[in-house]
């Protein structure tokens, strides 16, 4: 079946620090893979999208994510964590024939000061 | 990107009433989507609304408990029918930006219902 995964329901790390937050996927064909945050009591912002080409993708707020086929992962990452970072952190990806996006679990992400 | 206005952004509702939800958009699209978002839960798919046809609704989910509008292209409305404390959820409205890979979220409808 079909279906993205976010493994770890919590990431935290120290202000500075790298962080990475994870994605996993299974969709026949070639993916359209997604992410999106959530900051405490607000709507969805998109990051940063994976469409074809380059396997590194650039996004918003210094937010990078990297495809890789052979592991089906498009992990989330950032080289240096802020404590506004704190937020929860979709995964998507858009399934063979549908328009619409399936969502992972969510990983909340918690940076320390 | 789309900018989308959710209207009421949050509400308390009595137990049996129903509620309808408006999505704005600030241009024209084709695919708008309803999402529902419970407390401490991942987004789920409620229903994919397009202008001039019927919205087409995912397994789970039912016009009578979520009838949705789609006069024209830049506006939506979800209702939330006969409403139990289950359906205490953010409701969100997206749509499917111009470039047509990318969709971009509202603030959501917060609603409690007691």
Sequence with gaps: AQSVAQPEDQVNVAEGNPLTVKCTYSVSGNPYLFWYVQYPNR????????????????GSYGFEAEFNKSQTSFHLKKPSALVSD??????????TGRRALTFGSGTRLQVQP | SAVISQKPSRDICQRGTSLTIQCQVDSQVTMMF????????????IATANQGSEA???????????????PNLTFSTL???????????????????AEGNTIYFGEGSWLTVV
């Design chain 2, 34 to 45: 309803w999402y529902r978002q419970q407390p401490g839960q991942s987004l789920t798919l």
């Design chain 1, 86 to 95: 704190s937020a929860l952190y979709f995964c998507a990806v858009r399934l």
């Design chain 2, 79 to 97: 209702t939330v029918s006969n409403m139990s404390p289950e359906d205490s959820s953010i409701y969100l409205c997206s749509v499917e930006g």
């Design chain 1, 43 to 58: 709507g969805l912002q998109f990051l940063l999208k994976y469409i074809t080409g380059d396997n590194l993708v650039k």
């Design chain 2, 56 to 70: 087409t609704y995912e397994s789970g989910f039912v016009i009578d408990k979520f009838p949705i509008s789609r």
